[in-house]
């Protein structure tokens, strides 16, 4: 007997201006994996249907009325939430400000609002199989642009030093190449190794460091000054 089809990935879309949310709804909808099962126009309505619709990924705007896009995003995906959703933060270049709030927040990923169609869709895909999303391209820009702006933790701190404790000097070399955004091929190619040993070492990372996935990674990297 063959295995039944897997479930459509249920995506909810919350953006303030209904021209985007259309453009959403008809180019996810028309994806045969995904199944738009809801809207919503600011923050509160996406985090009252989120909990209604339980979706599998949120899209998620920043720039939102009565409650923005972070703060929804704390709401649902924060670190005491339960069964919460992966949210895909969309942002542009004029409130990049934000992303690594949002990233903190507990986003699993971000893009670009003018993104080409086939991005978004993918963006979607990768945070539904629990992958952070994190294209190295824009992310290399927007992480350092935020590296700047965070205070570095003391090199002695305790939190930085139980890292280097707990992690292999080989899986503190992945840790600092997620924190630059790299991605498993690239990691693979910067160390000599198989994706697949890759994937291994980042599985290991976040099961030692309690991260849910690769923005975690990043964040915490940046907080601790381990990152390149």
């Known amino acids: 007997m063959s295995d039944a089809p897997p479930q459509p990935i249920r995506v909810l879309v919350c953006d303030d201006q209904a021209l985007v949310r259309t453009g959403y709804v008809t180019i996810f909808s028309a994806q045969p994996d995904m199944d738009v099962v809801g809207e919503a126009e600011n923050g509160h309505e996406a985090v009252r249907a989120a909990r209604r619709l339980r979706p599998d990924v949120v899209v998620m705007d920043v720039r939102m009325p009565l409650l923005d896009g972070i703060q929804a995003t704390r709401q649902l995906a924060g670190p005491d ?19 690594y709030d949002a990233l903190r927040a507990g986003a699993s990923g971000f893009l670009l609002k003018d993104s080409p169609p086939a991005e978004l869709v993918n963006g979607i895909r990768t945070v539904a199989r629990g992958e952070a999303l994190l294209a190295p391209a824009v992310t290399r820009r927007l992480i350092g642009h935020f590296a700047g702006h965070v205070r570095p933790a003391d090199t002695t701190s305790p939190v930085r030093q139980n890292i280097v404790d707990t992690l ?40 030692k460091l309690h991260l849910r996935d690769r923005v975690q990674a990043v964040v915490l990297a940046h907080k601790t000054d381990l990152a390149p």
């Open 81 to 99: 939430t339960a069964h919460a959703p992966k949210v895909l933060v969309v942002t542009t270049f004029n409130v990049d400000s934000y992303v």
């Open 168 to 207: 292999t000097p080989r899986e503190l070399e992945v840790f600092r190449l997620i924190a630059e955004g790299l991605s498993n091929a690239e990691i693979a190619t910067a160390m000599s190794i198989t994706p697949e040993t890759v994937k291994t070492y980042v599985s290991r990372i976040l099961a």
